[in-house]
């Protein structure tokens, strides 16, 4: 019984399942009668659409690729500076294809606004360059790319002021050669540096002009290497400025301005030595003659100066000789060399003291009391420029010149013979103390006072080289210390005083200067 109820079973499921099965199939027939009903008019559209735009379709599929090829050809031409070519490679060409391909792109239309900006500035290149044909073409380029007109106009009235100049060049070139050709080399507008440099204003890059230019330096500095070794240092110095004004780059610059130094250096040397041998003229003539070359070289300035104060001293000495004349000349060169004015004030009033003490003694019948009260005055200033170390400066008030109108009042008095005698040997412990406190300035007045008083003295030249010894000391000394302006003025006074210049000290102090300055 159990098992005929089983069977039922099973047969009711299979019989549900076919029936269940069934309408599905039933079902999907039914479904695609309706699918077919509007598939079939859709495909039949979209067959027509097919055919009505298959135009515009191949277009959209085949043209998008080809115009960006064409943007990135003309971007890679434009970044390279290849504007425009014929053979279609150049940017405006491409940006003009691809405009012709999508006339909606903006992209092309920017490239092309780019390239007509980057044609004008070739122009300004080209036009700065002095390349005037590949200027104009530039400037045609642009405008037909239509830049601004305003830009293209100054661009072009630019180019057209310098196709005017140019027109003159070959004029110019030739003045220019002929003024080489008889070395007139500067100095007037029709001089050959001038001319040449006009033509090279129009056209830098004028290689006859070039060549012409450099040829005219090379004379003109071989003129100032001339004009140095024969001692015409101004126009040495006038000639090597005027050169370096036209091309301060020039390849024979560097040896003729160390020519005119070598130059400077000797004429410096030869003042210091006249000055020290007491030729006043010549010293002075030395220092204005590097002066008049380097206006502002602080030795020649110095030597000038001692120069004018030893005239004073010597218009002093001179008045207390009696000898106005001379000491009037004397006077006259100290002030023409710019003396201090207080300077010159206290040597007139000493000579107008020496021009009354020969009045003087010009009268017999002067008291003898008044004399005795000038002469002890005259004493006591001996006395007291003999304790301030004042034996020949300042002018007026120095411990010599109170001894020359002692001896004009009474030259045979025991007190003025005591004081010359005392006034030399006080000359000496000044210039011994002074070297031994290094003050060799204040040693070398010392000095020159010992000098004066007894030029023939042979212990003279060993306190000379011993001087000058103490200037080469502190010269180096402070030189360690970046002390330049020290360190050559010790050269130059360790020269006057006549050290031999193979000295080593004065070697080694030379050449450590030369270092310094050079790695300046």
């Not at 039914?30 to 135009?55: E, I, K, N, S």
Request: glycine share 6%; proline share 3%; charged share 25%.
């Amino acid at each position: 019984m159990s098992h005929s109820s089983d069977h039922d079973d099973a047969a009711h499921a299979a019989l549900r399942r076919v029936r269940r099965e069934g309408r599905w199939w039933w079902l999907q027939a039914r479904h695609a009668r309706r699918v077919w009903r509007w598939a079939v008019p859709a495909a039949v559209l979209v067959f027509v659409l097919l055919a009505l735009l298959r135009g515009p379709l191949a277009n959209w599929f085949w043209n998008e690729p080809q115009v960006e090829q064409l943007l990135d050809q003309g971007d890679r031409a434009l970044a390279a500076g290849h504007l425009s070519a014929a053979d279609g490679s150049g940017a405006r060409e491409s940006y003009q294809a691809a405009l012709a391909l999508d006339g909606d792109r903006n992209q092309a239309r920017n490239g092309l606004a780019r390239t007509a900006q980057a044609a004008l500035q070739q122009a300004r290149d080209a036009l700065a360059a002095g390349d005037l044909d590949a200027a104009g073409r530039a400037l045609a380029l642009a405008r037909e790319l239509q830049v601004p007109q305003l830009d293209a106009d100054v661009l072009a009235e630019q180019l057209r002021a310098r196709r005017g100049a140019q027109a003159g060049v070959g004029v110019l070139l030739g003045r220019a050669e002929a003024a080489l050709l008889a070395q007139r080399l500067d100095g007037s507008e029709d001089a050959a540096l001038p001319l040449f440099q006009k033509v090279l204003a129009v056209a830098p890059n004028q290689l006859r002009a070039l060549e012409g230019r450099e040829d005219a330096l090379s004379d003109l500095l071989l003129q100032a290497r001339q004009a140095a070794a024969a001692g015409q240092l101004a126009q040495a110095a006038g000639l090597v400025q005027r050169a370096r004004r036209f091309d301060a780059g020039h390849v024979d610059l560097p040896a003729t301005q160390e020519a005119l130094n070598n130059a400077l250096e000797q004429r410096q040397r030869q003042a210091e030595r006249a000055l020290q041998r007491q030729r006043w003229d010549a010293a002075a003539a030395g220092f204005q003659a590097v002066l008049a070359a380097l206006p502002d070289d602080p030795a020649a300035r110095l030597g000038l100066q001692r120069v004018a104060e030893a005239q004073l001293v010597r218009a002093v000495r001179l008045a207390g000789d009696f000898r106005f004349d001379q000491a009037e000349q004397a006077l006259q060169a100290a002030q023409s060399l710019d003396a201090a004015e207080a300077g010159v004030a206290q040597a007139r009033q000493a000579v107008a003291q020496a021009r009354q003490a020969q009045q003087a003694l010009k009268t017999p019948s002067a008291p003898r009391v008044q004399r005795e009260r000038a002469l002890a005055a005259l004493l006591e200033r001996i006395a007291d420029a003999e304790a301030q170390g004042h034996f020949l400066t300042p002018p007026g008030r120095s411990a010599y010149d109170a001894l020359r109108e002692a001896q004009a009042l009474a030259a045979g008095d025991a007190r003025v013979r005591a004081a010359a005698q005392r006034l030399l040997p006080g000359t000496r412990r000044c210039f011994e103390d002074r070297l031994r406190e290094n003050r060799v300035q204040a040693a070398g007045a010392c000095l020159d006072a010992w000098q004066v008083l007894a030029h023939a003295d042979p212990a003279l030249a060993p306190a000379r080289q011993r001087l000058a010894q103490r200037w080469l000391a502190i010269g180096s000394e402070r030189l360690g210390s970046g002390d330049l302006d020290f360190a050559r003025r010790a050269l130059q006074q360790a020269d006057a005083l006549g050290v031999d210049t193979a000295n080593s000290d004065y070697q080694l102090l030379q050449q450590r200067l030369r270092d310094i300055e050079g790695a300046r």
